[in-house]
Structures are given as structure tokens and as C-alpha cells.
């Protein structure tokens, strides 16, 4: 996979785990990224800052919470997390305005992901438009082939419904 809409981005990584913070500046070398481990010190770098894309843990630093100063600064929030994993908070990340959705066992292919994201807003797409191709069997295989049963409504405005 290129890349090309990726490189030199200046990406913001907020996470209270350095082995996570570590991995995903090794992961997006070609970048410019910026770590934070609290809330305060990743919303005093959003404020003060530019950033292309910021990836915000949602439990250990009140992601949602860094997700609005995001929004705010025009900033491209991605949610990461390992233990707010579920259907449901895949639609409140997506309510609350955020780009994408990545469980933290799937940041290995972050690049992927940011990519999918760049390409579209380049081509004036849902920046969700590859999401459910990328995460639909995983979830089939976290949580039943079911999962979408229940927020039916949600998956069918997002033409995810077969």
C-alpha cells in the first residue's frame, strides 16, 4: 500500500500507554508524530498546535473528550481502543464525529487505515467508506455474526445493510 496522501502528515498519538505511543510513531515514520500520554498535555498540544490527524485512545485519556478539541481545530480524529471495543462504541465514535474506529490489536495496519481515510476526504467521500470492509469479519468474529442486529437502522443509513 502507497503512502503518498500520508507522507509528512503531522499526526498527534494520545495514549497512556508508552508501548502503544512507541509502536505508533515506529509505525508512522513517515510523519511527523507527537506523543501524549494525559488528556491535559494532548488538549494543551491541540490547542496550541497544527495537526493533520490526531488517534485518541477513548478509556485511559478521555478520548471523546479530546475528540470534540478535534473537531473544534479541524484536526482529523481517529478513535483507538483496546477495552471501549464494541458495536456500540463504533456508532458513538461515528455520532460524536470521528474519522474511523480502530481496535488497538489492529494498529499494525494504522497506516492502511489513515490512508483509507485521506483517500476520502480527497475524493469527497464518508471518510467511514471503507470501515465495515476492513473490520466486518473481525467483528463477526469479536462479537457474532449478528452484531449489526441490534443498530440495524445505523448500519442501513450507512448503506452497511445487505
Same mark, same amino acid.
Given at each position: 500500500?502507497?503512502?503518498?496522501?500520508?507522507?509528512? %502528515?503531522? +499526526?498527534?498519538?494520545?495514549?497512556?500507554? !508508552?508501548?502503544?505511543?512507541?509502536?505508533?510513531?515506529? =509505525?508512522?515514520?513517515?510523519?511527523?508524530?507527537?506523543?501524549?500520554?494525559?488528556?491535559?498535555?494532548?488538549?494543551? =498540544?491541540?490547542?496550541?498546535?497544527?495537526? #493533520? $490527524?490526531?488517534?485518541? #485512545? +477513548?478509556? *485511559?485519556?478521555?478520548?471523546?473528550?479530546?475528540?470534540?478539541?478535534?473537531?473544534? &481545530?479541524?484536526? $482529523? !480524529?481517529?478513535?483507538?481502543?483496546?477495552?471501549? =471495543?464494541?458495536?456500540?462504541?463504533? $456508532?458513538?465514535?461515528?455520532? &460524536?464525529?470521528?474519522? /474511523?474506529?480502530?481496535?488497538?490489536?489492529?494498529? *499494525?495496519? $494504522?497506516?492502511?487505515?489513515?490512508?483509507?481515510?485521506?483517500?476520502? &476526504?480527497?475524493? *469527497?467521500?464518508? =471518510?467511514?467508506?471503507?470501515?465495515?470492509?476492513?473490520?466486518? %469479519? /473481525?467483528?463477526?468474529?469479536?462479537?457474532?455474526?449478528?452484531?449489526?442486529? &441490534?443498530?440495524?437502522?445505523?448500519?442501513?443509513?450507512?448503506?452497511?445493510?445487505?
Amino acid at each position: 500500500m502507497t503512502t503518498r496522501l500520508l507522507n509528512y %502528515s503531522r +499526526i498527534l498519538v494520545v495514549d497512556d500507554e !508508552p508501548d502503544v505511543l512507541d509502536t505508533m510513531e515506529s =509505525l508512522l515514520n513517515m510523519c511527523e508524530v507527537v506523543k501524549a500520554r494525559t488528556f491535559e498535555e494532548g488538549k494543551n =498540544l491541540l490547542e496550541i498546535q497544527h495537526f #493533520d $490527524i490526531a488517534i485518541l #485512545d +477513548i478509556m *485511559g485519556v478521555d478520548g471523546y473528550g479530546l475528540l470534540e478539541i478535534a473537531i473544534r &481545530k479541524n484536526v $482529523i !480524529p481517529i478513535m483507538l481502543t483496546a477495552h471501549a =471495543l464494541s458495536p456500540e462504541d463504533t $456508532i458513538k465514535s461515528y455520532n &460524536k464525529g470521528a474519522a /474511523y474506529y480502530v481496535p488497538k490489536e489492529k494498529m *499494525g495496519e $494504522i497506516t492502511t487505515y489513515l490512508e483509507d481515510v485521506l483517500e476520502a &476526504k480527497e475524493k *469527497g467521500k464518508n =471518510l467511514w467508506s471503507r470501515w465495515l470492509n476492513r473490520f466486518a %469479519s /473481525y467483528y463477526d468474529e469479536k462479537f457474532g455474526r449478528k452484531w449489526m442486529v &441490534k443498530d440495524k437502522e445505523f448500519w442501513e443509513r450507512m448503506g452497511y445493510w445487505e
